[in-house]
């Protein structure tokens, strides 16, 4: 089937040259074309040049801050092209880059809510900057961009998905991808897939969540698959009460998931049910909200899921990025997916089928699950919902893990990913029999941490093989990459950018620049090892000499 | 109940009884209407253009319809959608988060369904309602006017205070636990005599002794102690800590750094604070509501 897709004719394509769509089935290795650098969600590079003996000489090639305002029309050095619906007097303040950034030939492209930036690849400088006025929405993030062929394609807070000129920063076209008035919002980086380029949303008032696959040539919906039941006779209505509440049950789709080439399935988490902190009118398990979901790339038919979180109140939602592992359980060899959920607990599924084969909770003081159910997953105990006189829930609503990627390395069979343990007192503010909306009806207060760390997580038994406990006041924030020279980077949440020892977690290298806002990523330019990382709205490319 | 207990007031959303006017129509006399000033301060600060959503960035309408619509919403929609529009016991749907309502663009998606009524999703259905064109927009307006007041991240309007007793816990087996657990730092004459009555309400209470202080409390400071590898001990309060780097301040307040490499120098600290936070994994929700319900009697 991944053939089939691979040899279709590009004939409706106007562009022929650029990245070939084909090209992101290669491993990661020389540059960074998708958002986890390849398909496979491990965030894992072949690049060795850096390594656990070396890593100390690492240093820096250039620096540059974005500037996130309204871009001056000018005086820029480099090309500046605005477009957007809004009448541009919405202020967005000023943004952290939070997504990643793709680096294909002689450019990045950087993105924060409503921009994007070509730099060059060798020391920062603007090649051009697209700018979008927007309608409003929640400025919180964006993800970054895909790249198909000579376009740069990006989703704007207020829904609209942006195709610009790759090389000149000019707009093709842009297309509205949810509706605005019922306020959904937008900040995932689209993902090419052959022909068809996969879009997901945001929404917090209790709208129903999915995944479109748009023609990245012309912006056409090729299909949508929504994440709850939209009617009667949908599976999974049986576990919402009624219609009305499954059509209003979230499951938003906010956050890149993987593609596996074999089966031709892109495997993806979905968002948290709404209203989130009142289940009391969405008794049920919630399908699919809460769920790694596997959809056929073609038809957007769903193959298999599995609930990471059923009837989840705590607004975690299961988005975050899934692994890909081929991998070795009891002997036999399997093709596995990987996550570590929001809600503290990891998962590793056949990824052909569905099967869970190991659950396990990794935040260390999680508390919300009574027990595993025979399918794998964790039970949600009902005293840990929002009551009137308050229940002690961890993590807090942030979760264990968050958009920020994980990573794994087939060197070690190590899944890494940031742990975050906290205490909330959730108090139910409203408790009327309707259930509240959105994010409302309940009262958060932070009372504690439980201790943040780093941890390698062994794929075939869900257990820690290390763990590095960061200081008080660490943690958080970053995401992680690895590599194959042996090393896992990632940020301490106390203004470093460290580098680990992929096998044992020794700590071999640190810079102060600031806490880190993204996922590290690496490169080859011009023969050498680059790595890249975002500190609010500075970049930082350091290179092995 | 036990002795001593006291209700604590938390802001609900809409409430059952009573709709939340706009403070634009606040001069418009309802029985239960919160007083115009508390909307709006309860409001951001933002100028409508700087309202994330179109429901928020509408321009307001004339009070004098809104109120004609609030009157019809009473007489023909309430049974139905309820008084707080959030839906009602005869089944009809929530109307501040439908897709519908929120689409609609001065009654085209909602007039054709009030006036020739529609089959729901679900199996519910609308009868057709019959309104003169004036009362038709009126409602329209009306039902947009509540949409503007919705509050963060999808939560509905806020609505009238509502009266919520968290003092759910036995005081006697919190006065146990206290003596088991707490006793060794606190004291019921001591550090916290008095405490039920100092601390505004049991939630607060709850909250403070829960978190180890209120807050923006000063916390107890934080003192570290370091070993360098020539023996000499260096002492005082922490400012920063992380894999790489100490920072303390001494007694005479004099600043001090060191570099840390794994397990050298060797660095000691006192957190004040952390009993507090070890405890945060031990406490049952019961043991929580027991000690509030004790220490509101330290009055």
New interface residues.
């Given amino acids: 089937m991944a053939a089939a897709l691979l040899l279709a004719p590009i004939a409706s394509s106007a562009q022929s040259g650029g990245l070939d769509p084909a090209s992101l089935l290669e491993p990661l290795e020389d540059s960074w074309p998708t958002y986890s650098g390849d398909y496979s969600g491990r965030r894992y590079s072949r690049l060795a040049q850096v390594t656990t003996d070396n890593v100390q000489r690492l240093t820096l090639a250039w620096t540059r801050t974005i500037d996130s305002g309204m871009p001056a029309l000018e005086g820029n050095n480099a090309p500046t092209f605005i477009g957007g619906e809004g009448?541009g007097?919405?202020?967005i303040g000023s943004q952290r880059i939070k997504g990643s950034i793709l680096q294909v030939g002689d450019l990045l492209y950087v993105t924060a809510p409503d921009h994007v930036w070509a730099l060059d690849v060798r020391d920062g400088g603007e090649r051009w900057h697209y700018f979008w006025k927007t309608?409003?929405?929640?400025h919180i993030g964006n993800r970054g961009v895909a790249v198909w062929r000579d376009s740069v394609i990006f989703e704007t807070v207020d829904n609209y998905l942006v195709s610009l000129n790759a090389k000149t920063g000019e707009e093709r076209w842009h297309t509205e991808i949810a509706?605005?008035?019922?306020?959904y919002f937008s900040t995932m980086a689209p993902i090419v897939v052959g022909d068809h380029l996969l879009v997901g949303t945001g929404?917090?008032?209790?709208?129903p969540g999915f995944l479109q696959s748009f023609d990245p040539a012309t912006g056409e919906l090729q299909w949508k698959f929504y994440t709850v039941p939209m009617t009667?006779q949908d599976p999974g209505i049986e576990t919402w009460p009624?219609?009305?509440a499954a059509?209003?049950g979230g499951g938003q789709v906010w956050v890149p998931g993987s593609y596996d080439p074999e089966t031709n399935y892109y495997i993806f988490g979905t968002g948290n049910p709404?209203?989130g902190y009142t289940g009391v009118a969405r008794r049920g398990d919630n399908l699919f909200t809460c769920t790694l979901i596997a959809v056929d790339v073609d038809t957007g038919e769903m193959a298999w899921y599995f609930q990471t979180s059923p009837h989840d109140t705590h607004d975690w939602d299961s988005a975050q990025t899934p692994i890909l592992i081929d991998g070795v359980i009891d002997g036999v060899p399997r093709k596995l997916v990987s996550t570590a959920a929001r809600n503290g607990y990891f998962f590793t599924i056949d990824r052909v089928t569905g099967e869970n084969l190991v659950t396990t909770r990794y935040g260390a003081?999680s508390?919300w699950a009574s027990h595993i159910r025979e399918s794998g997953s964790p039970n949600p105990h009902p005293?840990k919902e929002a009551?009137?006189?308050?229940?002690?829930v961890?993590p807090v609503e942030g979760g264990v893990a968050n958009w920020q990627p994980p990573a794994f390395s087939p060197d070690t069979g190590l899944f890494y990913t940031q742990e975050n343990n906290g205490?909330n007192?959730l108090?139910?503010?409203?408790?009327?029999p309707?259930g509240?909306?959105?994010?409302?009806?309940k009262?958060r207060?932070?009372?504690?941490?439980?201790?943040n760390a780093l941890s390698a997580i062994d794929y075939r038994t869900g257990e820690t093989t290390w763990r590095h406990a960061?200081?008080?006041?660490?943690g958080g924030g970053a995401g992680v990459l690895t590599t194959a020279g042996g090393l896992v980077f990632t940020g301490?949440g106390?203004?470093?950018f460290?580098a680990f020892d992929a096998a044992d977690g020794d700590?071999l290298w640190?810079t102060?620049i600031g806490n880190i806002s993204n996922a590290p990523q690496t490169y080859l330019i011009d023969g050498r090892q680059h790595v890249l990382v975002a500190a609010g709205q500075q970049l930082f490319a350091f290179v092995m000499h | 109940m036990l002795q001593g207990a006291v209700t604590s007031r938390v802001v609900r959303g809409v409430g059952a009884l009573t709709v939340a006017l706009s403070p634009h129509v606040a001069d418009v006399s309802v029985p239960g209407a919160r007083p115009a000033a508390v909307l709006a301060a309860a409001q951001p600060p933002q100028t409508r253009d700087q309202r994330l959503y179109p429901a928020l960035q509408r321009e307001p309408g004339d009070p004098e319809v809104i109120a004609r619509g609030q009157a019809v919403y009473g007489i023909s929609c309430r049974a139905c959608h309820g008084l707080d529009l959030r839906g009602g016991d005869l089944g009809g749907p929530n109307l501040l988060r439908s897709q519908l309502v929120l689409k609609d663009d001065g009654g085209d998606l909602m007039g054709p369904v009030i006036r020739d009524g529609q089959s729901g999703a679900g199996g519910s259905s609308m009868p057709p309602q019959n309104l003169s064109d004036a009362d038709l927009d009126a409602v329209v307006e009306y039902i947009h006017d509540v949409l503007g007041t919705a509050s963060r991240q999808g939560g509905p309007p806020a609505g009238e205070e509502l009266e919520l007793d968290i003092l759910v816990g036995d005081a006697t087996a919190g006065q146990t636990y206290f003596a088991e657990r707490c006793a060794s730092c606190h004291s019921p004459t001591g550090d916290l005599q008095g405490i039920g009555a100092r601390v505004e309400s049991p939630k607060e209470l709850q909250d403070t002794w829960v978190r180890g202080g209120a807050r923006n409390a000063e916390r107890p400071p934080i003192t570290v102690s370091v070993t360098l590898p020539s023996s000499q001990r260096v002492s005082g309060t922490l400012e920063r800590l992380n894999d790489f780097l100490v920072v303390l301040t001494e007694d005479d307040g004099r600043h001090r750094s060191f570099s840390r490499r794994g397990d050298t120098p060797q660095v000691e600290v006192d957190d004040p604070m952390a009993a507090h936070r070890e405890m945060l994994p031990l406490y049952g929700d019961t043991d929580i509501h027991n000690v509030t319900a004790y220490l509101v009697t330290l009055q």
């Fill in positions: 009448t007097d919405f202020t309608r409003g929405g929640p509706s605005f008035e019922e306020q929404n917090d008032l209790d709208a009667e009624s219609l009305d059509m209003h709404t209203p003081t508390n005293a009551i009137i006189p308050g229940s002690l961890s205490f007192l108090y139910l503010t409203d408790p009327d309707r509240s909306m959105g994010l409302g009806g009262d207060v932070t009372v504690g941490s439980g201790g960061w200081p008080v006041g660490g301490d106390s203004g470093n460290v700590l640190n102060r």
